[in-house]
């Protein structure tokens, strides 16, 4: 046996070595692929997931939207019925002191004339 002899069988031992590992690695990366167990299973339950999050956090900030807007209608409008209020209440009290008023100045008036 000669020396390029050996060297071919090295190089076939080489080789089927390498096919061995091209079987092995073919076979882990179809399981790893696999939708139902692998991790293309996984990626496929986590890019569901990142959908429904995604429709989520859409519908959560609409309705957020929804309620600020309705919150900023009820505050103004309990700002103008604070104004009617408060303006009903100044027209209340300076109509009660009106009337005191004038029923003072009449009984002074009696007074000043009868003594």
Known sequence: MTLEHLMQGLLLAACLG???FCLTLTRRLRKLNDLESGLGGAIAVMAAEVDRLERAIRQARDEAMTASERLAEEI????RERA??????RIGAAASEAPAAATGRRLRKREVHHG
């Open 18 to 20: 390498l096919g061995v």
């Open 76 to 79: 103004e409008t309990a700002r």
């Open 84 to 89: 009617i209020w408060d303006l009903r209440q």
